[in-house]
DNA sequence: TTAAAACATGTAATTAATTACATGTTGAAA
DNA sequence: TTTCAACATGTAATTAATTACATGTTTTAA
């Protein structure tokens, strides 16, 4: 059973973003802050260096916008090749088991006894962590996904949204079941 | 809503490993491929330096052993301090969310259509990958837990594979619902 | 008996990721 | 009107992680 190490997935992600629309690499940063963050991070300091190798490899280009007076702004947007790249990854097998990295349950591999009195705090906190989560993730679907017209303007989207809900849902099931 | 990042966990995954039991790098390097590999990963080019600065650091001192004819090892186990920098460890709040990177899922981000011929052989393959994972855990759980003395015995251990199975029976649902 | 898999321990090179440093603009609220 | 948050783009330094290099022993199955 393996589990994925890292190939510059970031590169695609970010190819990725940008075909959905032109972008700058502030905006895709920020778009770390919503869905694909449950799923993959990067901050600005990948992404900027990763916007530029991209284009020295020719699968986006820019264009320069002038925001209000002076702000400078580099709108990216895919090239022909670009396209072609980012459909060929989507289209590849994912063959690898998810990486997950989680302290709280590490945590609790070393607890030995269910007597043991810091697990009813340690439950309890992750409890109002994920619920919390959850509560945010709800409500980030009612925003985006308004009507079925949302859903099928961007059906991955969507998908990867309810599989976020998910599985808040079911972690703060299992805490309250281990409570 | 923050996303952990890495402050050198693995050292206090080995402190926790060798609280079990007193044990090789080899040995946690094998750990890795059971239940705390769901929630972290490791491969032994980083235990072996790790477990190096450990012992420089006091936390953790190891004994010579010969097996067979002239195979060597080292057997290690914690001291009193590295007892402690575990408990202070466990003991700490976790109030950063998981980081997940499920490159299947950051591929269902980007197909906008319910219609898109990609979609099915995609959500195929994942099916039969979760689904196997899913039959290893299961059977992982009977192996290892047999019975309640077994459970009681390492809650913590038990309850996180109960949490794994339930993630991938979920994910499988998921899938399936997708479909 | 021999070949392959598993046991056992390391280091080197590369890439990925985080954190910190660095600078400036614009819009909104006090 | 000024100050703070958000917008906007980068680089540098450090740490973490992967992949490859490197070597040798023991057990198991063909």
Redo the contacts with the bound molecule.
């Keep these: 059973m393996d ?1 994925i ?6 590169q695609y992600i970010i190819l990725g973003l940008l075909s959905q629309q032109d972008q ?4 895709l ?2 778009a770390f802050e919503h869905e694909i963050g449950e799923f993959w ?6 992404i ?2 990763q ?2 190798r991209l284009e020295t490899a020719g699968d986006i280009t820019h264009q320069d916008q ?9 709108v990216y947007q895919l090239t022909a090749q670009g396209q072609k790249k980012l459909a060929a990854w989507v289209g590849e097998p994912s063959p690898e088991l998810t ?1 997950t ?1 989680d302290e709280f349950i590490l945590k609790l591999y070393f607890i030995k006894s269910a007597n043991d009195p810091r697990l009813g705090p340690m439950l309890q906190e992750q409890t109002q962590l994920h619920a919390e989560q959850l509560t945010h993730l709800q409500s980030r679907r009612a925003e985006v996904f308004p009507n079925q017209a949302a859903i099928d303007a961007a059906y991955g989207h969507y998908l990867i949204l309810e599989h976020a809900i998910e599985r808040e849902k079911h972690y703060v099931e299992w805490l309250n079941r281990a409570q």
Excluded: F
């Design positions: 589990i190490g890292q190939r510059n997935r970031l700058t690499g502030y905006d940063t920020k991070q990067a901050s600005h300091s990948q900027y260096p916007l530029q002038i925001a209000g007076e002076k702000l400078a702004k580099k990486a990295k």
